[in-house]
């Protein structure tokens, strides 16, 4: 049990090293902390999790102007999640990463959507 926290807390501090890294502008950083925070989070069943260090990566993705490799990760999600049948982190992927791709790439209509 003890493991298990020290691992979701380990997730959660590298999910914020890649929000401090993004504010940094040191993307690549940023992608490989969240990336690290998002497998972490899948190696321990927690779907919210693995969705928020997901939204972590699309963000680094889409400040180093890869909006179509960050569309194509929150894709991804979206479907991992509706696989699983996870609907909170479902919702996040839909609502904060794709909503934030499309929005980004100037397609309104997709986020409104």
Aim: glycine content about 8%; hydrophobic content about 45%; some cysteine.
């Amino acid at each position: 049990l003890r493991d298990l926290k020290a691992t979701r807390a380990q997730a959660y501090e590298l999910e914020m090293v890649a929000y401090i890294q993004l504010q940094r502008r040191r993307h690549a950083e940023a992608v490989a902390a969240a990336a690290e925070a998002e497998s972490l989070f899948r190696s321990l069943n927690f779907p919210l999790g693995e969705q928020l260090a997901g939204h972590a990566r699309v963000c680094s993705h889409l400040a180093k102007g890869e909006a179509a490799y960050g569309l194509t990760l929150a894709k991804k999600a979206l479907a991992r999640f509706q696989g699983v049948g996870d609907k909170r982190a479902e919702a996040a992927a839909l609502g904060d990463s794709l909503v934030q791709v499309y929005l980004a790439q100037g397609q309104v209509q997709d986020a409104i959507q």
